[in-house]
């Protein structure tokens, strides 16, 4: 029977007809679903930390303050933890589907506004106000790709796969960023911010086009999901999602490992300039290691806490060597800069270090947001993500504009060693409740 016969068939015995294409679909489409979320957080990844990666370009085009660098930063950030949840919500209601391509499509025409509006010329400098105007806005936009992406994940793919899944969408984020390092800062200084911009709009709208083309609902039956699953799959653990005790923990350690991973995407590309004296090659190289470098952890560790079913332990563990790695990263810094005649000898080690401790504070958010979904249910999976990616961007917005008074006041060692603490306060709150 053809899909057009089932549609009238369904009509004479007083179903609705399928209108969402789901039943076109086997079990193995996943893997598109899977590419789109993808696609769909490397775009936007390449937005909130490409831009950063270009830091110093920023701060030379637009002749920013470190502090005003900080404020542009992180109201980028600012944006997304304002409208995290509310997309979550809305993703729960309205679907996966609608809210992904209605956000990356109004995040590209944004970027393409700014592109042709907010950039540096010979007779126009956009003020501070505006530019960080317009990436508040961004980020508003852009909010709207991690939950929708991640409920579309939770549904087409089974528990004992889920972690895998949701691991490899989660390399979206060092790969996006490691694009954007390495061809953002190159970019904005052979051609300004104007094509950095109209990149990023071109990046988002290819990932809306493939949400509209691939995003559907799964269908039950060809997954192999029981109606004893499905009833388990969509309803939430526990109380009320939002009074879910442990769903709060989780996502406020997830907020708190991202203090120090936010540091080294905002800001490392800046000690690296100012501090140890690295070119853009070197500093785009280190950057984009560190992101490499995490999306194959982020790979593994779907795939070692799915067979263990260990996500608690492995977090604690991310939290653990984060710490250790930031601790002996601030005080390396500390030891070149009271020994100025070994100084230039510790750079390299301490870039290394700083490429070490990224990797290590950028590995675990697959298994975090499976543990949180799991925790959540599928069909509350939209909610749980927005309200840990909120966590996640507040830390986005904290950071940058908390950075500059940490230097003035405890120069780089002390940025490195706030950032080993917070790692090190997640730990106790990752403890499974006795």
């Known amino acids: 029977m053809s899909i057009v016969d089932a549609d009238c068939e369904s009509d004479r015995v007083g179903r609705a007809p399928d209108t969402s294409k789901a039943g076109r679909f086997r079990a193995n489409h996943r893997w598109k679903v899977l590419g789109i979320g993808v696609a769909a957080n490397a775009s936007f990844s390449a937005t909130f930390s490409g831009i950063p990666a ?5 701060r030379s085009g637009y002749h920013l303050t470190n502090g005003d660098l900080g404020l542009v ?12 949840l509310p997309w979550g919500l809305l993703t729960d209601r309205w679907g996966d589907r609608g809210v992904l391509m209605t956000g990356l499509g109004a995040t590209a025409a ?14 126009y400098l956009p003020g501070v106000a505006s530019l960080a105007a317009c990436l508040l806005v961004a980020g508003l936009l852009g909010g709207s790709v991690n939950g929708s992406s991640g409920r579309a994940i939770m549904a087409w793919f089974r528990e004992g796969e889920r972690g895998f899944a949701m691991s490899i969408r989660q390399t979206a984020v060092p790969l996006g960023g490691g694009f954007g390092a390495l061809v953002l800062p190159s970019l904005a200084s052979v051609h300004g911010f104007a094509a950095v911009f109209a990149l990023l709009a071109a990046l988002n709208a290819v990932s809306a086009l493939f949400a509209w083309r691939w995003l559907h609902q799964p269908p039950e039956k060809d997954l192999g999901i029981n109606s004893a699953e499905r009833i388990a799959m969509a309803k939430p653990a526990g109380p009320a999602l939002l009074r879910n005790v442990e769903v709060w923990r989780i996502a406020a350690a997830v907020g708190l490992l991202c203090f120090p991973q936010v540091a080294v995407l905002t800001f490392s ?14 500093i785009s190289a280190s950057l984009a290691s560190v992101q490499a470098g995490a999306m194959v952890m982020r790979v593994w560790s779907g795939r070692f806490t799915d067979r263990h079913g260990n996500r608690r332990w492995f977090l604690r563990l991310c ?30 080690a301490i870039a290394v270090l700083l490429v070490a401790a990224g990797i290590s504070i950028s590995a675990w958010h697959g298994v975090a947001y499976t543990e949180l979904a799991t925790l959540a249910g599928a069909n509350r ?20 504009t908390v950075i500059p008074s940490l230097l003035l006041i405890l120069s780089w060692p002390g940025v490195w060693l706030v950032g080993a603490l917070c790692a090190l306060v997640a730990w106790p709150i990752l403890l499974r409740p006795n």
Not at 330 to 340: F, R
Not at 382 to 396: D, E, I, K, R, Y
């Open 381 to 400: 999976a939209g909610t749980a993500l927005g309200l840990a990616n909120s966590f996640v961007f507040v830390a986005f917005f904290v950071v940058p």
């Open 269 to 282: 590309s800046v000690f690296l300039h100012d501090f140890a004296g690295m070119g853009t090659l070197a």
């Open 319 to 348: 939290s653990m060597t984060s710490a250790a790695g930031f601790a002996a990263l601030g005080l390396l810094v500390y030891a070149a800069m009271a020994m100025p005649g070994v100084q230039v000898a510790l750079i390299p």
């Open 110 to 123: 944004w970027l393409a506004l700014m592109a042709l509006f907010i950039v540096p010329s010979t007779t």
């Open 54 to 58: 270009a830091a110093v370009f920023l």
């Open 73 to 84: 930063l992180g109201l980028l950030g600012l944006g997304v933890a304002l409208s995290e």
